[in-house]
């Protein structure tokens, strides 16, 4: 009894001392496949969603006219800090963090995988403000697509 007692014990703290903490993923994983299922629908209402600066939907449609993103997932995220706060032009207080993402970019026309793209963005939430509601939304981003 005590034998299968300290068995058990040890597999339980070998698997919560294994377990990598992917809890802070969820969240940005969440919103990266909302705005890649956006771009790939060309759904700006979904886009403007997930972004703390939206385009106009001219300019959102031009920019992904030609390709779309599939299998988008984040790569790194930064924990979050209370004290990491900035001011937007509006006056509003929010926080941020930085985050990176990588998926496969799909041309439009042809249907066909055309290369990789990697990422990084500033994953903010407004502390004021009408978005103060809005969770965590997409700024800043860096695209680069890595041709195959």
């Not at 509006?90 to 042809?110: P, V």
């Not at 994953?123 to 695209?143: A, E, Q």
């Amino acid at each position: 009894m005590k034998k299968t007692v300290f068995v058990l014990f040890a597999a339980l703290t070998l698997i919560v001392f294994s377990c990598k903490d992917e809890g802070r993923f969820v969240e940005p994983n969440f919103i990266l496949t909302k705005w890649a299922g956006a771009i790939r629908n060309l759904n700006y209402r979904d886009y403007a969603a997930c972004e703390a600066n939206p385009k106009s939907e001219a300019t959102f449609r031009e920019m992904y006219r030609s390709y779309y993103v599939v299998d988008l997932m984040a790569t790194d995220i930064e924990d979050p800090e209370s004290n990491k706060t900035k001011t937007d032009q509006a006056g509003n207080r929010y926080r941020h963090r930085s985050l990176e993402f990588e998926g496969t970019i799909i041309n439009r026309e042809t249907g066909k995988e055309t290369g990789v793209l990697r990422g990084n963005a500033m994953f903010v939430k407004f502390l004021d403000g009408k978005r103060s509601r809005d969770g965590w939304l997409l700024s800043n981003r860096t695209l680069i697509h890595v041709p195959r």
